[in-house]
């Protein structure tokens, strides 16, 4: 029963309905057309169904309904990522965010259990009254949901000093592609055996999709102190972020803004009093005890003025602080302002290469005439170079993915990873035989294979499928929709940007 | 030794079918279950630091290096890989990994799955793989160093790893407080400290006869590790003398510390909700068997129990004998779990057959060791 065929796909959706209720499944395309796009507008793939199950056990019938039918889906959180990830070629999206309950929180041992659809900072707003704060703080926090937040193994700028989501989920119950349900780790303590919690963070979708998510919470620290150093040279800023670093504080964020990024954020909604003039600021976060944050707060004062800061401000008060991160954390929307699409990479570099990579972006955004924003977490060496372009423009599009693909074949060469938070999804799967061997991918193609034999979840993402070698040797002619490849009548579609393009079968 | 001496002998143990013990200095080989391998493995030759950038903070070194190295190389950086399992220092990074160990700073470090950045391994094919990277941040790709992490060898022959430093800190100190019998003011203790400013390093409870072997006389005692910045850790010892009265010690307590079960015949680890099994825990330390050593995590909700090699052994007791019953009994409760790092063999299969029974475990053995050569049974079928 090919879903690519109408009626069957009708008589799917219909049994959809009868699980989650039919104002819950959408199959005209022009009410799918919302999701056919994640927060990465260059990418677009038109799903077949979306359906959106409200409750644990409507969400279990659903995959088992699929299961039995053979048919690939994809999991969808609030659709924020930057990666293609979500995108549903012509299948199903199981979307999460109606599933939203806060099961449980447990104060005095730091931790909470809730559904995937939570909204990040909900959860966040939910514990701040114990004195309590859920770390991986990605920027769309405000839409983001915790489930995707798993998927991708998100991080955000506090991720510096606390980690990221790997770092903060104990346990997973999870219903794998088979409609199976399993727990992996566990909620009330450590536990040995194989770390399968670990191996489904940042599995992007491919290994099933989270029921419940039981995260660490952290108390909230007695200080916060927000810097804002500002610099009339890229370099001076990178070369400070080094000395920071070296020096051992771990801030609890340490961000960086070039001049374009600056004067994009001024003009917007967003402005946050930036020095419109200068060529980069750092946004430096310290938290702890008082005193321990004072006696930091004046090293790393003293490194921003010994390596040319023109002025280091302190935010005076909490508003003068949210308003500096305001700037930051909506950078992204701003650049809105200068192209209707935007390419943003998340390549992540030694911090000691900081300078060099800057300088070479720079020089590579000359060469093929396009605007880089940088925009980034300079604390980790988690770069994010911008660009907003307009797709419909053929030359500028090229000019602007052949300038990515050496930004990142740079950062790649000083010993880098093509992601730091993002994903590969579809984005940049292009990218992974460059950082992995064949015997590695082969090896994250076979986990997964642990976890959905039919690689159903999330087809075509992450791993190129070429680079599995059993299992595309055996089913070459399995899947019904990847003989839709190339049926995607993407318009602004970014060509492969990678070295080798990606196989065909693979999108 | 290299990369391709493992691969050769992983070869070489697929086509005469036997099976390998992999181990790292072979310092811990009494640790879990009998494996069923005919040759031994050692990755001891296979040392030495591959990359170090100390402005950078990460480490690539292979994975014979031993965690004294670590700390000798790093520490001329005035840095330190915050990792102190028990046993010595003796040990290799790659077992350390391989059997995801953690001490003491693990209260404020995290586990080793936390500082591990990314890591080489040879799966039971032959097969060089790689997972992560060697940068802080990273998600290209499925997360194959968690999955090895902790492992036991049983999925992969770990022979590189790249890890996250720290800056050493300005401070470093350690103190103790003497616990009293009442196992309500120990617990009010904990309480007390979890909701002060004071954030330790390390924060442990001893039993009498753990303290008898750290040095520290025969009374249960609270060893409480501060470290940072020196107005930091200044704050804390402030807060700490608010709370109870405390003796300087040195730092040298924490080596000891994690030769705490030398000779022990069984290590168990017990971990749970940390207010669920404070009182307990309490208790357990005030009041002990005589022959068991017991530290306690509580922030982390750990208990590890070491029987001391006076015990009748198993030959000629029963599994119930060799485990101290309040153990088994705590087992049998859904919220707490018990991971058991050495047995006396035939016990093993009584108390815990196996963890890796579920089917996506299974599944993983099978596909990263098809033929099941390496260290079958160590973490059961």
Known sequence: MPLSSQSSASTVAERLADIVGERHVLSRPSELLVYNSDGLPGYRRQPKLAVFPGTREETIAVVQLLAAEGLSFVPRGAGTGLSGGALADDIVVIGVHRLKQIISLDIENRRATVEPGVVNLRLNKFVAPHGLLYAPDPSSEAACTIGGNVAENAGGPHCLKYGVTLNHVLAITVVLPSGDVVELGSRTGERDGYDLRGAFIGSEGCFGLALDVTVKLTQRPQAVRTVLADFMSIDAAARVTSSIISSGIVPAALEFMDGPTIRVVESSIYAAGYPKDAEAILLIELDGLEAGVVADLEVVRQICLDGGARNVKVARDDAERLKLWQGRKKAFGAMGRLAPHLIVQDAVIPRTRLSEILAAIHAISEKYDVLVCNVFHAGDGNLHPNIAYSADDPDESERVHKAMTEIMRACIDVGGSITGEHGVGLDKMGYMESIFSEPSLNAMCELRGVFDPDHRSNPGKVVPIHSCKEWHSVTSARTREQALAGAHAATGEPPPLAAKPAHPSAQ | ?381
């Open chain 2, 1 to 381: 030794m290299s990369t391709e001496t493992i691969v050769a002998a992983i070869h070489e143990s697929i086509t005469s079918r036997a099976p390998l013990r992999i181990s790292g200095r072979s310092n811990w080989l009494s640790a879990g279950r009998p494996v069923k391998a005919q040759k031994a493995l050692s990755l001891r030759e296979d040392a030495g630091v591959v990359g170090y950038v100390s402005g950078d903070l990460t480490l690539t070194v292979r994975a014979g290096t031993t965690l004294a190295e670590i700390e000798r190389v790093t520490g001329e950086h005035d840095q330190w890989l915050p990792l102190d399992p028990f046993g010595s220092s003796d040990g290799t990074i790659g077992a350390t990994i391989a059997t995801a160990s953690a001490g003491p700073l693990a209260t404020s470090f995290g586990l080793p799955r936390d500082l591990l950045l990314g890591l080489e391994f040879v799966n039971g094919r032959g097969e060089v793989v790689r997972g992560g990277g060697k940068v802080v941040k990273n998600v290209a790709g499925f997360d194959l160093s968690r999955l090895l992490t902790g492992s036991w060898g049983t999925l992969g022959v770990i022979t590189e790893v790249s890890l996250r430093l720290y800056a050493r800190p300005k401070v470093d100190r350690s103190f103790i407080i003497t616990l009293g019998p009442d196992e309500r003011a120990t617990a009010a203790l904990i309480r007390a400290i979890a909701a002060s400013p004071l954030a330790p390093f390390s924060l442990e409870l001893v039993n009498g006869n753990a303290a008898r072997r750290l040095a520290l006389g025969d009374k249960p005692q609270c060893i409480v590790r501060l470290g940072g910045n020196s107005a930091v850790v200044d704050v804390q010892l402030k807060a700490l003398s608010q709370l109870a009265r405390s003796e300087e010690v040195d730092q040298s307590i924490w080596t000891k510390f994690r030769e705490l079960d030398r000779d022990a015949n069984s290590v168990i680890r017990i971990s749970s909700l940390p207010t669920r099994f404070l009182g307990t825990a309490a208790g357990i330390v005030a009041d002990s068997p005589p022959d068991v050593v017991i530290s306690i995590n509580p922030q982390r909700g750990v208990m590890r129990l070491a029987t001391l090699g006076t015990r009748e052994s198993s030959s000629t007791g029963s599994a119930e004998d060799s485990v101290p019953t309040e153990l088994l009994e705590a087992g049998k409760d859904s919220h707490t779990s018990l991971i058991f790092e050495k047995l006396p063999e035939d016990v093993w299969p009584v108390v815990s057959p196996s963890v890796v029974a579920d089917s996506l475990s299974r599944g993983v053995r099978k596909v990263f060791d098809p033929y099941n050569i390496l260290n079958p049974g160590i973490l059961g079928d």
